[in-house]
């Protein structure tokens, strides 16, 4: 990744969903940060969360930015707000009770948190190996970091990615998409198509 500033941050489930979320932020030529236990190797539940938004890193936005330093971040002293363009995504699997899914897929359980107006959840239910072999991505069944590197080569047009994925009911990553496609340079021109 280059030095360049960015406004997106990814809280990854795991490595299939960093892997995915780099490759579209990629393409539309944006810049991203994610966040991930041990890079991807250990899972986020959605029951994780919660202590993960109640730490120190996200108690405000300038921890955010000292620990993600290429989120841009404004110092000036007038402003209410340092990060106002800040967008969080988590890309979590459907897991847990009931209730912990609602409050999840709601956006409810961030509210209580300093940076909780920032989220935008993001849901696989059941999960992301589900939803990218429902869209015709290709189904994983071993190795799945390498399905992975293949699924992300298959991406190659991101607005037929966002088509599939908004026609698809067990997910909304469309939104993720969409935000990189409004962020992207290059396909400016392809929003009204949508």
Request: hydrophobic content about 35%; some cysteine.
């Amino acid at each position: 990744m280059n030095g360049k500033r960015c406004r997106t941050l990814v809280v990854a489930h795991g490595k299939s969903e960093m892997m995915i979320c780099s490759k579209i932020a990629a393409i539309a030529g944006i810049g991203i940060e994610i966040d991930s236990n041990d890079m991807g190797r250990e899972t986020i539940a959605i029951s994780g969360l919660q202590s993960r938004f109640e730490s120190k890193t996200y108690s405000s936005e300038l921890a955010l930015s000292r620990e993600f330093d290429r989120l841009e971040y404004f110092g000036r002293k007038k402003m209410d707000q340092r990060m106002p363009n800040l967008r969080i995504f988590t890309v979590m699997d459907i897991d847990g009770d009931r209730e912990s899914m609602l409050r999840y897929t709601t956006g409810e359980m961030f509210k209580e948190f300093p940076l909780g107006r920032y989220v935008t959840p993001i849901y696989n239910d059941r999960n992301l190996d589900e939803v990218m072999e429902a869209i015709g991505y290709g189904s994983v069944v071993s190795k799945k970091v390498k399905t992975y590197r293949q699924i992300c080569d298959g991406i190659t047009d991101l607005v037929d990615l966002y088509r599939r994925l908004k026609e698809n009911e067990n997910t909304n990553m469309e939104e993720f998409v969409l935000h990189c496609l409004n962020h992207g340079p290059s396909y400016q021109g392809y929003l009204d198509q949508l």
